[in-house]
């Protein structure tokens, strides 16, 4: 079994009209066991930038670490909030810093860049960046996540009808991996709010 | 940083609080070229007098006026070496942040970069202060922006400066020509009156260096082609002035004011010189203590730019 699908995860995010959604599920397993229904994989930078993670849960949240550490050291220097494009380099640089003993996990990363234009990307596990214009998937669902969202993605979509789309797809992926599942997380984020919702599906 | 020999620092505290050898760096600045920079409201200008030891100097080969971007400019007055090592240290930590973040860097984050290299060298083993001071112009998303930098690290946004040997006298004429909505040409018509002020000999586009930036946020150094076509706008300005009534100094300016018939005449010929209209603005605009009728007051609003 590789190191990726040692913990299992699955995650994905949207592109919606203005605004973005972004998903994760609950699972924390140590290869077949489940020990945890509530791992926290998506955490917010500033209010308008996400990152999840997906891999190894001791370099999710380690890296998780690094980047907050960083981004607060930039809020105080530079006085403001890094774009969602200026993060996602950030990423990436960290990520390759360690390129020949790297940190075994995936972000995707969601923002909202100027003019309320959403923004996401993922990249591999030393940086290389991927962006794209509706979704980004990420974990031991991967596969089964890029089936679903092909099918059921949609430009431009509201809020309400990206996070039914994007909990749909999440719930009907994880349903196919037997490394994740066990519930979702879904932050919808629009220009003026964040909704962060709990989805219950198939706890198995 | 420094001698592996000294691991102590150079650059101690004197009994009375300072640092004498920044002291002494201040001094090599204030022997140093004039230089000096204007922040209008459109853009920078920095200026500085290239004065070349000897006619034989190939003078198209000295350029004392760099890029650290596409979008920040550097002057310097003092020790020209000194100024290249801080250019060179400058680029790299600019590209070093555009790696990171694929972002240009910020005016504010360079100088304070900068000056962190500066103060560094007062208080490290075996090296000695920087002897420059720098005017760093920029242009990014904040807007137009002139930082000064010296050698002990310390670094303050102007709104217009100057550096050298001319220092105080540059000083006080742009205290009284700068104003709050100038323009980048008008600010560098007055970089070039600021100049020639304290200049020993002819100014021409051969010894002195312009560098620009606009709201284009594109950092230029004028050719001296472009020099030569500013040049002889100020001198247009200049002549017109001096047929209208001879205004070259503070009493005679003050005649100006109180004197009608000579104010009259100074507006028509403005009238008739392209180019220089903002010209009487300076006179009477920032003249303290001087009242102006109000006829005359009709007069400054009809020539207002």
Request: proline share 4%; hydrophobic share 35%; aromatic share 8%.
């Amino acid at each position: 079994m590789s190191i990726f699908e040692y913990n299992g995860s699955a995650v994905v995010a949207m592109v919606g009209k203005n605004c973005f959604a972004i998903a994760s599920d609950r699972r924390l397993g140590v290869q077949l066991q489940t020990i945890a229904t509530d791992f926290q994989r998506i955490s917010k930078i500033h209010d308008r930038v996400f990152i999840a993670l997906s891999g190894l849960a001791t370099d999710v949240q380690t890296l998780y670490q690094r980047l907050v550490f960083r981004h607060k050291l930039y809020q105080l220097r530079e006085e403001r909030d890094m774009k969602p494009e200026t993060f996602a380099s950030l990423v990436s640089a960290i990520l390759y810093e360690k390129r020949f003993g790297p940190y075994l996990c995936q972000p995707v990363i969601a923002g909202l860049g100027e003019d309320e234009k959403p923004f996401i990307c993922t990249m591999d596990s030393i940086g290389a960046k991927e962006l794209a214009k509706d979704f980004v998937v990420s974990g031991t669902a991967s596969e089964s996540l890029y089936g679903a969202c092909e099918a059921m993605y949609k430009p431009d979509m509201e809020a309400e009808e990206l996070f039914e789309t994007i909990s749909q797809a999440l719930l009907s992926s994880v349903d196919r991996d037997c490394l994740s599942g066990w519930g979702g997380h879904v932050y919808v984020v629009t220009p003026t709010e964040i909704k962060e919702r709990i989805l219950k599906g198939r706890m198995d | 940083m420094g001698d592996s020999q000294y691991s102590f620092s150079l650059t101690t505290f004197s009994p009375s609080g300072k640092l004498v050898q920044i002291e002494h760096a201040l001094t090599a600045v204030g022997s140093g070229q004039t230089s000096l920079g204007i922040k209008a409201s459109n853009g920078v200008v920095i200026a500085t007098e290239k004065k070349l030891p000897s006619i034989l100097v190939d003078e198209a080969s000295v350029q004392k006026i760099q890029h650290l971007t596409p979008n920040i400019g550097v002057v310097y007055s003092g020790m020209g070496p000194d100024f290249r090592v801080l250019v060179r240290k400058s680029r790299k930590q600019a590209e070093q942040y555009n790696r990171l973040y694929k972002e240009p860097i910020p005016v504010t984050q360079l100088v304070r970069e900068t000056a962190t290299v500066m103060q560094e060298f007062t208080q490290s083993g075996g090296v000695r202060p920087f002897g420059v001071s720098l005017l760093v112009a920029g242009y990014d998303d904040k807007g137009p922006q002139l930082y000064q930098v010296d050698p002990s690290g310390s670094y303050f946004s102007w709104k217009a400066s100057a550096m050298g040997k001319n220092v105080s006298n540059a000083k006080t004429f742009l205290e009284k020509r700068y104003t709050e909505d100038m323009e980048l040409d008008d600010a560098i018509h007055t970089a070039i009156l600021t100049l020639k002020e304290g200049f020993e000999g002819e100014i021409s586009s051969k010894n002195i260096e312009i560098g620009k930036i606009g709201a284009d946020k594109v950092f230029r150094v004028l050719t001296p082609a472009e020099i030569d076509d500013y040049l002889a706008e100020v001198e247009e300005s200049a002549a017109a002035t001096r047929r209208t009534g001879k205004i070259g100094n503070e009493e005679e300016e003050s005649k100006m004011m109180t004197g009608g018939r000579n104010y009259t005449r100074l507006s028509i010929d403005s009238q008739k010189v392209s180019g220089s209209v903002c010209t009487p603005r300076w006179f009477f605009s920032r003249e303290r203590g001087v009242k102006i009728s109000p006829s005359h007051h009709l007069l400054i609003c009809f020539h207002k730019r």
